[in-house]
Structures are given as structure tokens and as C-alpha cells.
């Protein structure tokens, strides 16, 4: 069946670099994607990844895909305060209507 | 700027009274919407997905009768969540895709907190 796994909680320093890790179970998946939640609002759209793809880059975002192991990280280079939040990763599937399978979300601290 | 606007975004009522949710997309047109349900600390939680010009689709253990979803038009879906009581509260969000493709990720609005006394 279709799970998503995440690590509940991380804790960096600002100004270091942050890695959030997610596994999958089903490999037919066509893009994953990785949603940042602040308190209180709704999901924000960060970045996402072809599955056929191994490396995106987005200004501090690298996201990595290892398809074999089906592993998605989400690095965010230099760590700001407003970084701070709840990450989602998800996955979509082809035909159907896009639906998305969710992590169970990261919280990411960033302290002084 | 936000691409999906959802009103309102806080209501409290009482137990007993029928609550509409707006979902919209603002500069595309969205076949499919789908609606979240999301409780404090969890992940969001498929409700059902909202077809333009036709009967949702919910997701398995969500009653149909209780919440109602309509999207009569490319731009525009709404959940009823009728004659609502206090397990009903949570935090409810809807999102929309550029169309029916795969490839096409799902931009989201910003939820829409219900308290029920």
C-alpha cells in the first residue's frame, strides 16, 4: 500500500544547514514533492521532483531522490529562523486525479 | 502571491448549525479540488476529491451526507459541513491543480479553522 514516513522533529542552528528525511513504500509514485506548514495556515508548495530524477536545486533547496531505496531528503542550506515550521513530503501518482499520499510532517526548530 | 483563496478562515458556531467553506482558484482554472481534513499535530487527512461538473469523490470513512462538497464551476468548490457538532472542529483545507494532469502539483489554500460549541 501507499505510507509515507518522516521523522517527527529536527532541531538546527541558524545558519547551519537542515536535512529532512522521508521514505515511501510504493515505487509507482510519478512526483514527489516536499510542503512547508507555518502555525495556523495552509500548505506552501517549496519544491518537487520528477521521479526519474535524481537531484533538484532550488536557491537553498537541494532535494535528493534515491529511487532504489525510495528516499527523498529535503536540505536547506543556510538556516534561517523563518525556516522554522512543519515539512511535508508527498507523493502523487499518474492517471487518476493527482491525488497525494502525505509524510506525517517535520517539525523543524531553528534556535540562535 | 496566493494562488487558491479559501473564506473564511476561522468560524465558531454552534453545535447544530450547517458551515460552508469556499475554495477558489484565483488565476487558473481548476478541474479537480480536493478537500483536507487536518487535526492538531497530524498530517492532512484526503476528504474527498471534487470533480467540476460532477459527484465527489470521498474517501472511505467520510460520510457523504455530513459533508457536502459542490464545484459548479472551474474556479470555485465548497464543503458544507451540516448540522455540525463538536467532533466536526478541526482545521479544514482545500487545494487545486491546473487542470486533471499528473504533473500539475496541487497548490493549497489557507485552511479554514471550525470550532464548534
Known sequence: ?112 | GAVVSQHPSWVICKSGTSVKIECRSLDFQATTMFWYRQFPKQSLMLMATSNEGSKATYEQGVEKDKFLINHASLTLSTLTVTSAHPEDSSFYICSASRGDLSNQPQHFGDGTRLSIL
Open chain 1, 1 to 112: 500500500g501507499e505510507d509515507v514516513e518522516q521523522s517527527l522533529f529536527l532541531s538546527v542552528r541558524e545558519g547551519d544547514s537542515s536535512v529532512i528525511n522521508c521514505t515511501y513504500t510504493d515505487s509507482s509514485s510519478t512526483y514527489l514533492y516536499w510542503y512547508k506548514q507555518e502555525p495556523g495556515a495552509g500548505l506552501q508548495l517549496l519544491t518537487y521532483i520528477f521521479s526519474n530524477m535524481d537531484m533538484k536545486q532550488d536557491q537553498r533547496l537541494t532535494v535528493l531522490l534515491n529511487k532504489k531505496d525510495k528516499h527523498l531528503s529535503l536540505r536547506i542550506a543556510d538556516t534561517q529562523t523563518g525556516d522554522s515550521a512543519i515539512y511535508f513530503c508527498a507523493e502523487s501518482f499518474s492517471g487518476g486525479y493527482n491525488k497525494l499520499i502525505f509524510g506525517a510532517g517535520t517539525r523543524l526548530a531553528v534556535h540562535p
